[in-house]
C-alpha cells in the first residue's frame, strides 16, 4: 500500500516555466501546509492554464516532509 492520499484545496504560490509549481493548501494536508506539482510528479496537471494567484483543488500524497506531492490538480 502507497502513500495516503487526501483532497485538497489552495492557491497557486509559485510556478516554474520548467514545469513545477508549489500550492499553498487552504487547510494542512496531514502536517503539510504546501505542496508541489509538476510534468513528473502528477498525471492531471493543466499546466498551459495554471497561473500564480489561482485557485485550485485536487489530490496529493501526503508526507512527513515539508511538502506534499500534488497527484491531480484542477483549476477552480
Request: cysteine-free; hydrophobic content about 45%.
Given at each position: 500500500m502507497g502513500p495516503e492520499q487526501k483532497p485538497f484545496s489552495g492557491v497557486?504560490?509559485?510556478?516554474?516555466?520548467?514545469?513545477?509549481?508549489?500550492v499553498q493548501f487552504d487547510h494542512n494536508v496531514g502536517a503539510n501546509t504546501h505542496g508541489v506539482f509538476s510534468t513528473i510528479i502528477g498525471s492531471t496537471v493543466?499546466?498551459?492554464?495554471?497561473k500564480p494567484?489561482?485557485?485550485?483543488?485536487?489530490?496529493?500524497?501526503?508526507?512527513?516532509k515539508d511538502l506534499a506531492a500534488v497527484k491531480t490538480l484542477e483549476l477552480d
Open positions: 497557486v504560490v509559485r510556478i516554474e516555466p520548467d514545469g513545477f509549481g508549489i493543466p499546466f498551459r492554464h495554471v494567484g489561482m485557485h485550485v483543488s485536487g489530490v496529493a500524497e501526503i508526507s512527513d
